[in-house]
């Protein structure tokens, strides 16, 4: 497993942006898938978005498209989700996780071994 940190977390208006942080240690950064994840007060915690070990494949769900972009810093051992045009609807718990799986697995929201303990969105209208 990996141990990872989220940070960068707050709160914003609506239409507004923040950008995500997760820091990785314990194992090579490079070889793992990372992802979001967001969990909200009363509802089963959601695929976000997804990124390839190497950074040069991306997924989103609709609901995040055009919105939040997944990057990563395989030299920093960090992932990011940079958030824009944030809603009310977006306000989640936000959490990162590893995974060293097939890229059909990570995409149905499958394969994630490590997850980091959370940052708290929170969207205010």
């Known amino acids: 497993q990996v141990q990872l940190e989220e940070s960068g977390g707050g709160l914003v208006q609506a239409g507004g942006s923040l950008r995500l942080s997760c820091a990785a240690s314990g194992r090579t950064f490079s070889w793992d898938v990372m992802a979001w994840f967001r969990q909200a007060p009363g509802k089963e915690r959601e695929l976000l978005s997804v990124i390839s070990s190497s950074g040069d494949r991306t997924y989103y769900v609709d609901s995040v498209k055009g919105r939040f972009t997944i990057s990563r810093d395989n030299a920093k051992n960090t992932v990011y989700l940079q958030m824009t045009g944030l809603k009310p609807d977006d306000t989640a718990v936000y959490f990162c996780?590893?995974?060293?799986?097939?890229?059909?697995?990570?995409?149905?929201?499958?394969?994630?071994?490590?997850w980091g303990q959370g940052t708290q969105v929170t969207v205010s209208s």
């Open positions: 996780a590893a995974a060293n799986a097939p890229w059909s697995y990570v995409i149905a929201g499958a394969g994630f071994d490590s």
